[in-house]
């Protein structure tokens, strides 16, 4: 094993997807060195193409919204939920509450916004060791000090103040550590492909995100609008549902799929597939912690939510930049502990808290939206909030009292760091 001090670098950050390349812009903002180790080669396929209109701020502190706007991408004003008779409900334009250019959001070719998101690591001063493949954490006691991983087909022993993982849903630290669960009445599965041609609404819901629920409600479909008149489609239910009966034969199944759920066959009605289809696991998780002696978790890494209401990014960029902030701060002072690197922790696991009940209460099947907030239309902006991603804050929370008389919601899972 080659072994390398690497005395320049402060922090290894493990994978360059959104999570890890915007801890690694921050940390270069704030002058230090980080080092990312991305096991793929960019651009690469990978799925999770809406973002929420709450990763403006973010978006302007890594210094990329003149790229966003100049991207080509889809621009998202809006999200539309279609019941399970094929009804559209009313559009939430998400500017129509806040009249102003952060209510608008982009729908993203993933290959393409990531290799736009490592570039600006790079842009910014971050070392990026692509091909190398982390294999698992150095311990010195219970301090993490580095890193093996595999690179140019030789394992190598990195070294660091401070190890990032970002490894997605692989997870490698939280594996390795084994304070990783899941999330038991959260396990599906996804089919999905790319369409050419989908009917697309005209005006200001064209860029929406469909959330179509599927006739006999035991899962429901994702439709996105991307660039070039591409669509993605994706149908999500538990695994069971997908494969019982069917045989080995998930393009077969997703084409059923479409042909029985009408809120997506009358839009795909002129509509060509141009892919392959995937098929993918997104059972929901979580660690136990967001951190320890050296080391943190972010994005995937830490947990990962049912992508319903497409919180995956803005829940990768949230502590990717949190735990940028704390790592800064941790080398300042010498305090690498798990309560100084893992201060964001409590706050972050709150928010992802709030979106985890919404969740829940979508996959209630005696549970009605709609009729709640006929009931109670005082929370009709706390819905709004929670779908544009604004859940670090002590106020939306208030939707789940009353919303408890009607749906059973989990309770708070919190971490101490």
Same mark, same amino acid.
């Not at 994706?234 to 029985?260: F, H, K």
């Not at 009605?368 to 859940?391: C, N, T, W, Y």
């Given at each position: 094993?080659?072994?390398?001090?690497n005395q320049?670098?402060?922090?290894?950050?493990?994978?360059?997807? !959104?999570?890890?390349? @915007?801890?690694?812009?921050?940390l270069?903002?704030h002058g230090?060195?980080p080092?990312?180790?991305?096991k793929?080669?960019?651009?690469?396929?990978?799925?999770?193409?809406?973002? +929420?209109?709450g @990763?403006?701020?973010i978006?302007?502190?890594?210094?990329i919204?003149p #790229?966003?706007?100049n991207?080509?991408?889809?621009?998202?004003e &809006?999200?539309?939920?279609v019941?399970?008779?094929g009804?559209?409900?009313r559009?939430?334009?998400?500017?129509?509450r806040?009249?102003h250019?952060?209510s608008?959001?982009w729908?993203? #070719?993933r290959?393409e916004?990531?290799?736009? +998101?490592?570039d600006?690591?790079?842009?910014?001063?971050?070392?990026?060791?692509?091909?190398?493949q982390?294999?698992?954490v150095?311990?010195?006691?219970?301090r993490?000090?580095?890193?093996?991983?595999?690179?140019?087909g030789?394992?190598?022993?990195?070294?660091?103040?401070?190890?990032?993982?970002?490894?997605g849903?692989?997870a490698?630290?939280s594996?390795?550590?084994?304070?990783?669960? !899941?999330?038991? #009445?959260?396990?599906?599965?996804?089919?999905?492909?790319y369409?050419?041609?989908a009917?697309?609404?005209?005006?200001r819901?064209?860029?929406?995100?469909l959330v179509v629920s @599927?006739p006999?409600?035991?899962?429901?479909?994702?439709?996105i609008?991307l660039?070039d008149?591409?669509t993605?489609?994706?149908v999500?239910?538990p695994?069971?549902?997908l $494969?019982s009966?069917r045989?080995?034969?998930?393009?077969?199944?997703?084409?059923?799929?479409i042909?029985?759920?009408?809120?997506?066959?009358?839009r795909?009605?002129?509509a $060509?597939?141009?892919?392959?289809?995937?098929?993918?696991?997104?059972?929901?998780?979580r660690?136990?912690r967001?951190?320890?002696?050296?080391w943190?978790?972010?994005?995937d890494a830490?947990?990962?939510?049912?992508?319903v209401?497409? &919180?995956g990014?803005?829940?990768?960029? #949230?502590s990717g930049?949190?735990?940028?902030?704390?790592?800064?701060?941790?080398?300042k002072?010498?305090?690498?502990?798990?309560a &100084?690197?893992?201060?964001w922790? !409590?706050r972050?696991?709150?928010? +992802?808290q709030?979106?985890?009940q919404?969740?829940?209460?979508?996959?209630?099947?005696?549970? &009605?939206?709609?009729?709640f907030?006929?009931?109670?239309p005082?929370?009709g902006?706390?819905l709004?909030?929670?779908?544009?991603g604004d859940v670090f804050?002590?106020?939306?929370?208030a939707?789940?009292? !009353? +919303?408890r008389?009607w749906t059973?919601?989990?309770?708070a899972m919190?971490?101490t760091q």
């Amino acid at each position: 094993m080659i072994r390398t001090a690497n005395q320049n670098v402060d922090a290894i950050i493990l994978g360059g997807g !959104p999570a890890g390349a @915007t801890c690694a812009t921050i940390l270069a903002q704030h002058g230090r060195r980080p080092l990312i180790l991305e096991k793929s080669t960019f651009p690469r396929h990978h799925i999770g193409e809406s973002l +929420m209109p709450g @990763t403006y701020e973010i978006f302007d502190r890594l210094g990329i919204l003149p #790229k966003l706007k100049n991207s080509g991408f889809t621009v998202k004003e &809006s999200v539309q939920f279609v019941n399970s008779d094929g009804r559209d409900s009313r559009p939430y334009f998400f500017p129509d509450r806040d009249p102003h250019e952060r209510s608008y959001t982009w729908q993203v #070719k993933r290959s393409e916004f990531d290799q736009l +998101m490592l570039d600006n690591a790079r842009a910014h001063g971050a070392e990026v060791l692509m091909g190398a493949q982390a294999r698992r954490v150095i311990f010195e006691g219970d301090r993490a000090v580095g890193v093996v991983a595999k690179v140019d087909g030789q394992e190598r022993e990195l070294r660091a103040k401070v190890v990032v993982d970002a490894t997605g849903q692989g997870a490698l630290l939280s594996r390795q550590l084994n304070i990783r669960y !899941p999330d038991q #009445k959260l396990r599906n599965a996804a089919i999905y492909s790319y369409y050419k041609g989908a009917h697309r609404d005209e005006g200001r819901n064209a860029g929406a995100t469909l959330v179509v629920s @599927t006739p006999n409600r035991e899962g429901w479909f994702w439709v996105i609008p991307l660039a070039d008149d591409i669509t993605s489609i994706g149908v999500v239910a538990p695994p069971a549902y997908l $494969t019982s009966g069917r045989g080995d034969d998930p393009e077969a199944t997703l084409a059923e799929e479409i042909r029985n759920c009408p809120g997506v066959a009358r839009r795909l009605a002129n509509a $060509t597939r141009v892919d392959k289809v995937y098929v993918c696991s997104d059972f929901s998780y979580r660690s136990e912690r967001v951190s320890g002696e050296g080391w943190v978790l972010i994005g995937d890494a830490f947990g990962f939510l049912d992508p319903v209401y497409s &919180s995956g990014l803005l829940l990768a960029f #949230k502590s990717g930049e949190w735990a940028a902030d704390a790592i800064h701060d941790a080398l300042k002072t010498g305090d690498l502990s798990a309560a &100084s690197l893992g201060r964001w922790g !409590p706050r972050f696991a709150a928010g +992802m808290q709030l979106l985890r009940q919404l969740v829940y209460a979508f996959y209630d099947r005696d549970f &009605s939206f709609a009729q709640f907030m006929k009931q109670h239309p005082e929370h009709g902006d706390h819905l709004v909030r929670l779908l544009i991603g604004d859940v670090f804050n002590d106020e939306v929370g208030a939707i789940f009292d !009353p +919303m408890r008389n009607w749906t059973k919601l989990p309770e708070a899972m919190a971490v101490t760091q």
